[in-house]
């Protein structure tokens, strides 16, 4: 199971904390939803997914003003003793005193932000499909060419880097060399990402370390960046029949999600660079409805049958 602190979410989401005197560094969110717990204020506590941020918005806000004074906390007692990991009351929405002493003595988290309550939870999940996506560490080179997510992948040695700081040269832009980290965040988006020791180096045999920030610029770099094309490097093979139409696309799966793949021969002289941006741009070409292998094949066949 993959955590997130909260203090990291208080961070991103800007929150105000109304609770100081509890610390918060050592709580922990799991789950990628959030909760706004109506069913709860009105008593009914089955199947409540204690586990998720609580959100408070108007209408939770209007209905515990309108209980009892004895019944609410009651009411909030019951909540806070499930442990949730925190509670955010949203659009600035003014916490009685009573319940934040509450919360201190319970020793869960409230917050506050000025944000409306629907844009925060779609922007709270968002963050937490993210941070708390499936994720796995591979070896292999990830870089943006035309926008597109390209992982070079290969035995080492065979030049993912040396392909890699072509391509930065000819104005694309490095994700990671040597390590990719990769995250699922959907079915159908994988994120790569660099881990944080090696982020903007490139290590080239014969030289050594290189800093691509330092030497080529910000624009050189990029931190994240969706894969969508996978390139696997391979020593040439005179024995081995390689696609030569590219008619129909073959795939490689990371974490259940399926990614285009190709397989690239090499061989001495073959510029490594020009046949990644061709294929990033081949790709592209592609999903906006131009096959070229498909056209070839259809003029062929249509030649064919007027003879």
């Not at 019951?78 to 009685?96: A, S």
């Not at 020791?197 to 290590?203: L, Q, S």
Request: with cysteine.
């Amino acid at each position: 199971m993959y955590t997130v602190e909260l203090k990291k979410l208080v961070e991103k989401m800007k929150l105000v904390n109304c609770t100081p005197d509890i610390n918060i560094d050592e709580i922990m969110i799991t789950q990628t939803d959030v909760n706004r717990p109506a069913l709860q204020l009105a008593g009914f506590f089955d199947y409540f997914d204690s586990d998720r941020v609580q959100v408070i918005g108007n209408v939770e806000h209007a209905y515990m003003q309108k209980m009892e004074k004895d019944h609410g906390v009651g009411i909030m007692t019951r909540l806070l003793d499930y442990k949730v990991p925190c509670i955010v009351f949203c659009r600035n929405i003014e916490i009685e005193p009573s319940l934040i002493d509450l919360a201190t003595q319970k020793g869960v988290p409230i917050f506050q932000t000025e944000q409306p309550t629907s844009a925060f939870m779609a922007e709270v999940i968002r963050w937490l499909k993210v941070e708390l996506a499936p994720r796995i560490s591979i070896h292999g080179v990830l870089v943006d060419v035309y926008g597109e997510g390209v992982l070079i992948m290969g035995e080492s040695g065979i030049g993912k880097s040396e392909a890699a700081l072509e391509l930065i040269k000819r104005g694309h832009r490095l994700v990671t060399d040597d390590v990719v980290e990769i995250k699922k965040v959907s079915d159908a988006t994988l994120i790569g990402t660099a881990p944080d020791i090696t982020r903007h180096f490139i290590e080239l045999r014969g030289i050594g370390i290189i800093d691509v920030k330092t030497l080529f610029g910000v624009e050189s770099v990029k931190n994240t960046q969706s894969i969508d094309l996978v390139i696997k490097l391979e020593e040439w093979n005179k024995d081995q029949e390689y696609d030569r139409l590219g008619l129909d696309e073959q795939y490689t799966e990371f974490l259940g999600n399926k990614v285009v793949c190709h397989q690239i021969p090499i061989r001495p002289g073959r510029n490594l660079a020009i046949i990644v941006e061709s294929a990033a741009v081949n790709y592209r070409q592609k999903k906006m409805g131009y096959n070229a292998a498909r056209e070839l094949y259809n003029r062929v066949t249509n030649n064919l049958m007027k003879k």
